[in-house]
């Protein structure tokens, strides 16, 4: 048992070094990031591979390596493409919102217009009076 994790602490050694190493490679220009999370990927399979009857091994290599692996590019495209929507969603509906308010006051329902302010079902009855080709799924 001691000796294992004697074992354990010398691989998480050598993985640290594996991952600095590969760190340098990326930042000299040797490798890009998802060539470097390809690789992190394929050593983790393979100790995977090599340890799978070591359940407790198994699940310090996926700490150790977890801590090294970099997000891919697709990842980053990914979040940053889904924060883009996110923004563009948010300002749809404050451009809607504020459409609604600016009709409603124009037609001078003032109490509607209070009460959409506190009960969103009503809101979402105005939005669809006023909206409908937008927002069909507040139909009632």
Known sequence: MNGNIEKMAGLKQRLKRVSEILDGMVQTGEINRVQKGNIVTYIRKILFKLLKNYSNA???????????VLKTELDIALENGIEIGEERGKAEERDCLNSLNAKLVEENRTEDLKRSFT???FQKKLLFEYFPDKYPEYAM
């Open 58 to 68: 198994k699940k310090e290599v996926e700490k150790s390596m977890g801590g090294f």
């Open 119 to 121: 009960d969103p079902e």
